[in-house]
């Protein structure tokens, strides 16, 4: 926002942003530059008043959308659906997790479960799982509430309960790769009817997911590329 002095006319030219964000200029009928900084300040708390007001209604609409109420566990069947669909290479991961929040979120509907629940599933899962693994479920469960709120079962203005939870700390291993006499070794260990899987898997580095959905279609021979 500013004050422009016109000399041709005399007057002073105010310069803002509107309550839409949209830049405007106006004329002020005054020569005076202290009348003209007044008229600004009206008019900044002018703007800052429509934008309050704009917001009010908003918040006001949004919590007077009625929300359907859902249990957990038919949410999830949900998002399982959805992410055989959109997610395949992560379909099955996303279905052990939700398998392991079910059992203890499920009878839950979706707008009752708190941080103090998510906190207290991470402590009970943690006595029987890696730290990495409890923070797996609970990365699936944090885009299951995201996806709650897409899909308007949750308001827009609801607090994922995932967020704010510590995940646990995971140290980070190493990779490393097979030498060729332990890929000889591998493959001759390996059953008849496994070994073509494998060989594919050491070589591409294929996903099990991947390899079990991998057609003849995919296979490009003339390229030798798959």
Same mark, same amino acid.
């Given at each position: 926002?500013?004050?422009r002095?016109?000399?041709?006319?005399?007057?002073f030219?105010?310069?803002?942003?509107?309550?839409?964000?949209?830049?405007?200029?106006?004329s002020?009928?005054t020569?005076? #530059?202290k009348r003209?900084?007044?008229?600004?300040?009206e008019?900044?708390?002018?703007?800052s008043?429509?934008?309050?007001?704009?917001? %009010? %209604?908003?918040?006001?609409?949004?919590?007077?959308?009625?929300i359907p109420?859902?249990? &957990?566990k038919? $949410?999830?069947q949900? !998002?399982?659906s =959805?992410? %055989?669909?959109? +997610?395949?290479s992560?379909?099955?991961?996303?279905?052990?997790?939700?398998?392991?929040?079910?059992?203890? *979120?499920?009878?839950?509907?979706m707008?009752e #479960?708190?941080? &103090?629940?998510?906190?207290?599933?991470?402590?009970?899962?943690?006595?029987r799982?890696?730290g990495?693994?409890?923070n797996?479920?609970?990365?699936?469960? +944090?885009?299951? *509430?995201?996806l !709650?709120?897409?899909?308007? &079962?949750?308001?827009?203005?609801?607090?994922?309960?995932v967020?704010g939870?510590? &995940? $646990?700390?995971? %140290?980070?291993s190493?990779?490393? $790769?097979?030498?060729?006499?332990?890929?000889?070794?591998?493959?001759?260990?390996?059953?008849p009817t496994?070994?073509?899987?494998v060989?594919i898997?050491v =070589?591409?580095?294929?996903?099990?997911g991947?390899?079990?959905?991998?057609?003849?279609?995919?296979?490009?021979?003339?390229?030798?590329? #798959?």
């Amino acid at each position: 926002m500013g004050i422009r002095f016109r000399k041709e006319r005399g007057t002073f030219t105010i310069d803002y942003f509107d309550e839409n964000g949209i830049r405007q200029r106006k004329s002020v009928k005054t020569d005076s #530059i202290k009348r003209a900084k007044e008229i600004l300040e009206e008019m900044k708390y002018k703007i800052s008043s429509l934008k309050k007001q704009k917001e %009010e %209604e908003r918040t006001n609409k949004l919590n007077s959308t009625i929300i359907p109420k859902i249990l &957990f566990k038919d $949410f999830a069947q949900k !998002a399982l659906s =959805y992410w %055989e669909k959109r +997610r395949k290479s992560y379909a099955g991961f996303y279905c052990y997790a939700v398998k392991k929040l079910v059992p203890y *979120f499920g009878e839950k509907y979706m707008d009752e #479960i708190s941080a &103090f629940d998510v906190a207290n599933y991470q402590s009970e899962r943690k006595e029987r799982s890696k730290g990495s693994t409890v923070n797996r479920e609970l990365a699936v469960l +944090r885009r299951m *509430f995201n996806l !709650a709120k897409t899909w308007r &079962f949750l308001k827009e203005t609801a607090i994922n309960p995932v967020h704010g939870i510590d &995940f $646990f700390r995971e %140290e980070k291993s190493a990779v490393r $790769f097979l030498e060729p006499d332990e890929i000889n070794r591998l493959l001759l260990s390996c059953y008849p009817t496994l070994r073509p899987l494998v060989t594919i898997a050491v =070589y591409t580095g294929l996903r099990k997911g991947e390899l079990l959905r991998l057609c003849w279609k995919h296979v490009d021979f003339s390229n030798n590329m #798959i």
